[in-house]
Structure formats: structure tokens, C-alpha cells
């Protein structure tokens, strides 16, 4: 892709102005060069943290893209992150697998993407956002998929977690060096004195987090009780569970996710003899729990990350074990073997809140979590947040996540591969140009 001749887009400043006027928003120059670098180019990358305009830039290409008659697809690794895409945008967006229509092959027990180098997606633009979570197989899976002449634009972290599966894709395209980037440093929020953006930047930076009174705050973490009770509280105030999300970088351990799920399922959810409920192993399934699927189920159509809400749970008349879950406006029956794919999602690992954002959240960061103790974990969990981010634990614990780099190093070649594919490039046309 990066070696096909790029469509190009005549008056391309007109139309960035004329994008300000009809989005009703002003770009800075870096965003600019963004937009430009993404227009004139196959394959290019923005990226940036949290308040740096990437996805209003998302709109600018929209507009553009739109005026020039080509068909533009949004897309995103999980359902959430697709979601908050198309809110933002107002143009509809997909996971990536849905994007590659992903079939699950009974006779194989394998998925299969039904957009492939035979079959390319019909869209001349791709717009990756989150593209931090991708590993290597989804993002191979991907370029398969896109036609020669299409464009590819990725936006993501690299300061996040890298993805679950293997491989470091988007850092290993950035550092390549072999594809135009943008790296957004300015904070365009009008929330600019947002104690998340500033304090993102400082945990970026290996500096100590400032806290406040108002949308950063620390509370001295004495008992796992105590995060109950002030998840309780934002709930009063009128946030919905959708609003609200425990992090914690562990399972296990008093204030691990198991037991956070169970004191708090206790709490607002507890049994009552008009609530089906259903116990699979350790969890208990009841009517009105929040819940999350850990797995690609391919079959019912619903992928890892994917929160809903219990709406039954019952045994039928083999005596199998149900769980009905409103997954977003998708009503998903799963029985038995498949509810070992479903969690109770009142407090979920940091790990598993990538692609997400919640209105406020609430951060467990203490020593008994001291091997996950790490900066880009805590810079993924403070990212989570658009208001206001709650830290219970203790000061020891947090200095240490904010200067503990992860030292656990991927081993990948993708980095290496393009650099000696394109210094070969470069040669042959040396080559062919003195012949």
C-alpha cells in the first residue's frame, strides 16, 4: 500500500476550512497536518493521549472524504470503542471484526473473515480508532482485507497497554519510521485545567500525579469496603452503572475483582425471592447484574469486553443452566458451558477496560498489587475517566506504578521487517533509476 501512487485530493486547506466551518470546529496546526498527511497518504497514523483531538479530527476527514464522493468505514477492536466512535462522529462505526465480517466455522471450531485479499472491503478509506489494542493476527487480518488503492488511517495510544494479543503493532509502525505520523501533543479540551488531562501527561512524563478536590481526588485505602461504599455513593448522586466502573490491576487479592463483584453484587443487588438467579462455579448470575463477556464468541455474536445486563436466569426443562443478557439492545441466551466466558463487571481489571470510557472511575492502586504495579497501567486506567477519576490506595504503591516502566519486552520484527523492506525498495529504485 505505502508503494501504490496515493489518490489526491485537490484544495486541500479549502476544505479543512470549509470542514471548521460546517463541524464548528477550529484545528490547530498539528491537527492540520494530521488531516493533510492523512489525506495524501495510503497508510498514516495520529496519535496522541487523552484531550489531543483525535477524534474531532476524525470529523474534518468525515467531511472531506464525503465531499469527494468516497465511501469511508469507522472502525474500532471492541464494541464499546465503536460505539463512542460513532456518538462522536454521528457516522456509523463497527468492530473491526464485524467490519471483516467474522463467521465462526462450526466444522473448523475456527473464525473465519469473510473480507480477505479475495474479497476486499468495498470502502475507499479506513479509519482505525484504539488501534493500541490490534495485535499482530487482527492486524494482519486487516490489510488483507483492504484494497491496494484504499487509504488506512490509524489512530491510537502507544502510552497504553499494548494489545492482550501478541505482538506491539501500532508502537512497531510508529517507530519503523516507514509510515507518515502525527503526534498530537497539545491539549485542545476546553476542560484544559482537567486535573485526567494534566495528570495523564505527568504519568506520561514519569512525574507525580497533583490531586484536587474536584475531579482528581485520593482517598487512603483502609478496607475493600470503603470502595463499596463510595461506588454506592456515586450511584446515589444519580449516575447509572454505565457511568461508573471499578478498576483494579488484579483478580485476586481483598480488593481483586472477585471479591470487589461480590461485596458490591451483595450490596445493590442482593437475593430476593422474586429475582431468578443461577450459580456457575464461584459467581452467582442475578436478574440486573452487570456483566462482561471475556471471549470472541463468534456464534452469538458477541466479543471479548462487551458489557450487558442480566435479564434472566433459569434452567430449562434438561436442567441446563441459562443466562440471558441484554447486550446493549442485543438479547444474547447462554447456557451452561458458555457462561464461563461471563464475569460480573462491577469492578473489572484495568486490562479489560481498554477501548472503554466511563464518566467517573474509581482506581485501586495499592502494594498487595505490587508486580502489576506499572506506568502505562496506570495511565490506561486514569485515561478511562471524561470527568473524574478516584483513587483509593496508598501513596507508596502509586510512586511506584508512576516510575516503574514495563520492562516486560515483546519480542516482535515487524519494526525491523519494514525498515529492511523499504531500504530494499529504495535500493531497487536506485538501481533501476542508474540502470
Do not use: C
Request: net charge negative; no cysteine; glycine share 6%.
Amino acid at each position: 500500500m505505502l508503494n501504490e501512487e496515493p489518490w489526491r485530493i485537490s484544495s486541500i486547506d479549502e476544505l479543512i476550512k470549509e470542514a471548521e466551518v460546517a463541524k464548528n470546529i477550529r484545528y490547530g496546526s498539528k491537527q492540520k497536518e494530521a488531516i493533510k498527511k492523512a489525506v495524501e497518504n495510503n497508510i498514516s497514523i495520529i496519535t496522541g493521549g487523552p484531550g489531543t483531538g483525535k477524534t474531532t479530527i476524525v470529523s474534518a476527514l468525515l467531511y472531506i472524504f464525503q465531499k469527494q464522493d468516497k465511501l469511508v468505514a469507522l472502525a474500532s477492536p471492541t464494541g464499546k470503542a465503536a460505539k463512542r466512535l460513532e456518538e462522536v462522529t454521528g457516522h456509523p462505526a463497527k468492530t473491526i471484526h464485524r467490519l471483516l465480517e467474522a463467521r465462526f466455522d462450526k466444522e473448523f471450531r475456527s473464525v473465519r473473515f469473510f473480507r480477505n485479499e479475495l474479497n476486499p472491503l468495498d470502502e475507499d478509506v479506513v479509519i482505525v480508532d484504539e488501534f493500541s489494542m490490534v495485535d499482530n493476527e487482527l492486524a494482519a487480518s486487516l490489510l488483507k482485507a483492504l484494497r491496494e488503492d484504499a487509504k488506512l488511517i490509524i489512530i491510537g495510544d502507544m502510552d497504553q497497554l499494548p494489545s492482550v494479543g501478541a505482538g506491539n503493532v501500532l508502537r512497531d509502525l510508529i517507530e519503523s519510521g516507514v509510515i507518515p505520523v502525527t503526534k498530537l501533543d497539545v491539549i485542545f479540551r476546553q476542560e484544559e485545567t482537567s486535573g485526567i488531562i494534566i495528570n495523564s501527561k505527568l504519568i506520561k512524563e514519569g512525574k507525580m500525579v497533583r490531586f484536587n478536590n474536584k475531579d482528581f481526588i485520593f482517598h487512603e485505602l483502609v478496607s475493600p469496603e470503603q470502595v463499596v461504599e463510595e461506588f454506592v455513593k456515586e450511584l446515589e448522586k444519580g449516575k447509572t452503572l454505565d457511568d461508573v466502573q471499578i478498576l483494579t490491576p488484579m483478580k485476586k487479592t481483598d480488593i481483586g475483582t472477585l471479591e470487589l463483584n461480590r461485596l458490591i453484587q451483595e450490596r445493590i443487588n442482593p437475593p430476593h425471592p422474586q429475582k431468578e438467579e443461577i450459580t456457575y462455579g464461584s459467581k452467582i448470575f442475578r436478574v440486573g447484574d452487570k456483566v462482561m463477556q471475556t471471549q470472541n464468541n463468534y456464534e452469538k455474536e458477541i466479543f471479548n469486553g462487551d458489557t450487558g445486563y442480566v435479564k434472566r436466569a433459569y434452567r430449562d426443562e434438561e436442567g441446563l443452566r441459562h443466562v440471558v443478557i441484554d447486550f446493549d439492545g442485543r438479547i444474547v441466551d447462554l447456557v451452561e458451558e458458555e457462561l464461563k466466558e461471563i464475569i460480573p463487571a462491577y469492578a473489572i481489571t484495568i486490562h479489560k477496560s481498554q477501548g472503554s470510557e466511563y464518566d467517573t472511575v474509581i482506581v485501586v492502586i495499592a502494594m498487595n498489587h505490587y508486580i502489576m504495579l506499572k506506568r502505562n497501567l496506570l495511565y490506561t486506567a486514569v485515561t478511562r475517566a471524561r470527568n473524574t477519576v478516584k483513587i483509593f490506595g496508598d501513596m507508596q504503591a502509586l510512586k511506584i506504578a508512576i516510575n516503574t516502566i514495563d520492562s516486560s519486552k515483546r519480542y516482535t520484527a515487524l519494526k525491523e521487517r519494514l525498515k529492511e523492506q523499504k531500504e530494499q525498495m529504495e535500493r531497487g529504485i536506485l538501481y533501476a533509476l542508474e540502470i
